[in-house]
């Protein structure tokens, strides 16, 4: 068995022998198999637990038909640490997959929009880095908000006759910076 595993099992159990709760310097620490390899037992995470020498000795290759409370108790914990932690990804990729599609309705929305005002090409709209942009104001603005900045950036160009592929994106990036710096310094 690696060092490292053994050192995590030992880490897990808080160097503390789950069978008497000694721990060092008064006793050597061991890994112990909860069914033992010779029985078919594993050396999975989940079949190890933290034992002193002499728990260990008098235990030999008996399985435990009775996980100690504390054995018990920490595979519980993990088993629901390993259900969250599945929970908590399949939430962050429904998260990437939700703003992922935001940037991209509002990307239609401005080369839309944009396309009533001059043709020209999406890639000269926004640039080569647009969708960084866009998820950088997502943290801040709903899209709504973010389409107000928009159709800001597009009116007040078009009065001024400056409405021009290289600057409608970077001037709603100005305003959405604008009101960013407004909200941090109200509090809201």
Excluded at 123 to 134: H, L, V
Aim: glycine residues 4%; charged residues 30%.
């Amino acid at each position: 068995m690696k060092k490292l595993i053994r050192f995590e099992i030992f880490k897990r159990d808080n160097f503390t022998c789950r069978y008497c709760g000694k721990n060092p310097p008064n006793i050597i620490l061991e890994i112990d198999h909860l069914i033992p390899k010779s029985k078919g037992g594993s050396d999975d995470i989940n079949n190890l637990l933290t034992s002193c020498f002499d728990c260990n000795r008098g235990k030999k290759d008996i399985p435990l038909d009775v996980l100690p409370a504390s054995v018990s108790n920490t595979i519980k914990t993990l088993k629901e640490q390993k259900k969250q932690t599945r929970i908590y990804y399949k939430y962050v990729e429904d998260m990437h997959n939700e703003t992922e599609k935001i940037i991209n309705e509002l990307g239609y929305y401005f080369f839309n929009k944009f396309q009533k005002t001059k043709r020209t090409h999406d890639k000269y709209i926004f640039g080569d880095k647009w969708k960084i942009s866009i998820k950088y104001f997502l943290k801040t603005f709903n899209k709504y908000q973010i389409i107000e900045a928009m159709n800001m950036s597009i009116d007040n160009l078009k009065r001024k006759n400056r409405c021009t592929e290289g600057n409608v994106f970077s001037y709603m990036c100005g305003i959405l910076h604008n009101w960013k710096k407004q909200r941090c310094q109200t509090g809201s």
